[in-house]
């Protein structure tokens, strides 16, 4: 199944042409472990462009597919490291490898719910133009390494394995991603645009977070305002 799978990822590669395109291979969100200042989004420093990479952010008290959110600090629950090393663009979210290096600005947060699920984002801001095509590209390529188990690690221990059941670019600008075990599931999403990069991770103990339709609402967002 293994070697199926991978002849499948090896294929996506050399057909994908950055149309939709989807696929399956066989999870709670790995963060890691860094505490935020108090009071949900944080951000470094203003962006050339004007535009706080905070002010990016998913808002505190604004509806997602899970319900309103809650902001706060990103928690010690987001993973710092990977095993294998190979698996680290599919599972962190804090120090992604997939955000584009030399922004000018950064923030990130942590949004709760009444139940088990778990939300967060960041924003990078940029002030030279990304190429949505190659950023996107990249990450498609560095997701479909994940083979087999991986294990995230963070200041609280280690997290049971988790292993990517789909991955794909559904729409122009956007990958998006799942990672799985039995009792949790982990949706993620790579949304770029000129100016910015937005990483999304959706969590909870029953499947089925849209991904797709969720991250094609923020980037029409983040395409709605100067950047």
Known sequence: MARQLRGAVASSLIAITMCACTTSVSGRAVRAPQQSAPGGPTSASPSPAGIPARDLLLQDGETTPMGVASAVPVGDTYFTSVQPPECAAALLFKGSPLRPPRSTDHAESEYKFSGPALYAESADVYDTKLNSHEVVWKGFGAVSKCHGEAIGHSSLGDFRP???????????????WTMTRPDWTCDYGLVVVPRIALLLSACDSKPGFPMAEWAAKRRAQLDSRPA
Not at 162 to 176: D, N, V
């Open 162 to 176: 988790m292993r990517l059941a789909s991955f794909g670019t559904p729409s122009s600008g956007i990958l998006a």
